[in-house]
């Protein structure tokens, strides 16, 4: 069954062909548009597609000093230096290494004392910059994108997530190993501004990843598997390599 979206599919043989290979594509939208506003994730995913991108500024190939970048989700309740927080993550991984401006970089506060209102800030710099221009998504093993958490409902704006016992265990790495370190909550864009998104890149790499990407991308729209609803946005790019692909392919083809 076809996808109700335009959707298009690359495979591409390893996880640093589709870094490079998503860098580029990158490089051509900030190329065409300098002000472009980005929503950027975490994870282990992201990490080939941040060093090649910080390469490619190296090389004086791409310049992000219009850009404005909005980080995806955040950990709730980590003290501002914590290591872990996912604002440290894209700062170690990419901001320091490029020529973002820093008053353009969006990050939410993971720290807020009212984290609500923090929500409904970050939904308002979001609105002050016109949304987003490029999504760019990675997929949790259960299938969430941000932190949008599988559950009976989604919600549309930036919210407080209850993280999924699996996203607990995902994330544990950050934590020495320990799931009941990592914390219960998160603070995440909603599926509104990641569906309102011009462009949406979603970019799985790795066997584990094959068997929710076949129910993302082909099974039915449920908020038990929030990335189903990318099957709705019209300009959705799926980047995969061929491990992710797995035995997929006649049914993503
Ligand atoms: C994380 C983030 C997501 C990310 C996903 C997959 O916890 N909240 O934005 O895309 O989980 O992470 P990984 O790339 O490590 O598999």
């Known amino acids: 069954m076809r996808p109700p979206g335009a959707q298009t599919l690359r495979v591409l043989p390893t996880a640093e062909a589709v870094a490079e290979a998503v860098a580029e594509r990158l490089v051509e939208a900030l190329a065409r548009n300098p002000e472009l506003v980005l929503a950027l994730p975490t994870g282990r995913t992201p990490l080939l597609l941040y060093r090649h991108l910080v390469a490619l500024h190296r090389e004086g190939r791409v310049s992000f000093s219009r850009a404005t970048a909005f980080q995806l989700d955040e950990l709730l309740g980590l003290a501002p230096d914590h290591p872990a927080r996912f604002a440290a993550y894209l700062t170690r991984h990419l901001f320091q290494h490029v020529d ?112 929710i990407l076949r129910a993302a991308l082909r099974g039915p729209l449920t908020p038990q598997v929030p990335a189903s609803f990318l099957q709705l946005h019209p300009r959705l790019s799926v980047w995969l390599d061929t491990a992710a692909l797995g035995q997929n392919e006649a049914a993503l083809s």
């Open 100 to 211: 973002l401006a820093q008053e353009r970089i969006q990050r939410l506060d993971g720290a807020a004392a009212d984290p609500e209102a923090e929500c409904a800030r970050y939904e308002d710099a979001l609105a002050a910059a016109g949304g987003l221009d490029v999504a760019l998504l990675g997929i949790g093993d259960n299938g969430h994108v941000a932190f949008n958490e599988p559950g009976p409902t989604l919600q549309a704006r930036a919210h407080v997530a209850v993280l999924a016992r699996q996203t607990r265990e995902a994330n544990a790495g950050l934590f020495a190993g320990e799931p009941s370190h990592v914390p219960t909550h998160a603070l995440t864009l909603g599926m509104a501004a990641l569906l309102q998104a011009r462009e949406v890149h979603l970019v799985a790499t790795g066997a584990s990843k094959a068997d």
